[in-house]
């Protein structure tokens, strides 16, 4: 089993910065091997892919975000990153933390919201 547990998320307006966290209870091992990821949901729709990053450090965005949202890893703080930026009223969702070893694992979920 794993935990996620993420932060950072709130308010802010739009063109604004915001900056994602998530903690993954699990040996460093474990963590260092597995694809981290972001995901979000808006009201109404699917959860979607936002960004990814691979053991090796390969790194896959959505469309909507390329040049605006980078996602980074810090293997030795179990802990995966999203620096997002010039954000729009569309970045609005909920944002999921995700665990991909085989199997898939997910945080909680935080509260994205921007304002127009």
């Known amino acids: 089993q794993v935990q996620l547990v993420e932060s950072g998320g709130g308010l802010v307006q739009s063109g604004g910065s915001l900056s994602l966290s998530c903690a993954a209870s699990r040996s460093r091992l474990m963590f260092k091997i597995a694809t981290m990821g972001w995901y979000r949901q808006a009201p109404g729709k699917s959860r979607e892919l936002v960004a990814a990053?691979?053991?090796?450090?390969?790194?896959n965005y959505a469309d909507s975000v390329k040049g605006r949202f980078t996602i980074s890893r810090d293997n030795s703080k179990n802990t995966v990153y999203l620096q997002m930026r010039s954000l729009k009223p569309e970045d609005t969702a909920v944002y999921y933390c995700?665990?991909?070893?085989?199997?898939?694992?997910w945080g909680q979920g935080t509260q994205v919201t921007v304002s127009s």
């Open positions: 995700n665990y991909k070893l085989n199997v898939d694992y």
């Open positions: 990053i691979t053991r090796e450090g390969s790194t």
